[in-house]
């Protein structure tokens, strides 16, 4: 597509439910990267995938977050259990390959209540 | 994570001024950076970038200065209009790295 996709752009869940996000990056792009930004802060560094391997999980913040990445387009974030303190803008990028600068979705504003 | 900081988290600039937002990196081993700007309820667009082979690069009406001696990044945009209001994140790639590290970002206000 012409650029990055997400879906939903909001999200309102209740506290122990799973939630899933999605991302469909740039054609042709080979290297997707999620991140999340709370209220007021900047950008924290989620998962990374170059094809539909993840080299790079390092900064997912618990067991309870997860990624896949299929064909190596569209990448679902998924969140189990939700808690309050997950409640931030989650955001993907892609680029065509790694190093290079990113174009970043609109984000999924997700509110856990 | 790596350390990306910016001196003013807030600035407020007339319109038709100058702009400049500063930004701290700490790892020498960075070699590109990378302006980004924020507008309410929407993703970073870049804006432009800067390795660290070079010291200065200008686009339209933005430049990025890289003074490597002291780690330190700056973004000045000229003649700022109310569009340029959002939040601008610096980004850094370490040579060895495959992900951006980002700063908090410096808001800036435009007062017409």
């Known amino acids: 597509g012409a650029g990055v996709s997400q879906s939903p752009s909001n999200k309102v869940t209740e506290k122990g439910k799973d939630v899933e996000l999605r991302c469909d990056p740039i054609?042709?792009?080979?290297?997707l990267y999620w991140y999340r930004q709370s209220l007021g802060q900047g950008l924290e560094f989620l998962i990374y995938?170059?094809?539909?391997?993840?080299?790079?999980k390092s900064g997912l913040p618990s067991d309870r977050f997860s990624a896949e990445r299929t064909g190596g387009s569209v990448s679902t974030l998924t969140i189990q259990r939700t808690q309050q303190e997950d409640s931030a803008v989650y955001l993907c990028?892609?680029?065509?390959?790694?190093?290079?600068?990113?174009?970043f979705g609109s984000g999924t504003r997700l509110t856990v209540v | 994570g790596e350390s990306v900081g910016l001196h003013l988290p807030t600035l407020s600039v007339q319109e038709g001024d100058n702009s400049i937002i500063n930004c701290a990196y700490s790892?020498?081993?960075?070699?590109?950076f990378i302006w980004y700007k924020q507008e309410s309820g929407k993703g970073p667009q870049f804006i432009i970038d800067?390795?660290?082979?070079?010291d200065k690069r200008q686009g339209q009406r933005v430049t990025v200065l890289l003074n490597k001696t002291v780690k330190h990044l700056s973004l000045q945009i000229a003649a700022t209009q109310p569009g340029d209001s959002a939040v601008y994140f610096c980004a850094e790639l370490l040579n060895t790295g495959n992900q951006f590290y980002f700063g908090t970002g410096t808001s800036l206000t435009v007062i017409p």
């Open positions: 054609s042709g792009h080979t290297a």
């Open positions: 790892n020498s081993a960075s070699d590109y």
């Open positions: 995938f170059q094809g539909n391997s993840a080299p790079d």
């Open positions: 990028a892609s680029s065509r390959r790694t190093g290079d600068g990113y174009t």
């Open positions: 800067i390795r660290s082979n070079m």
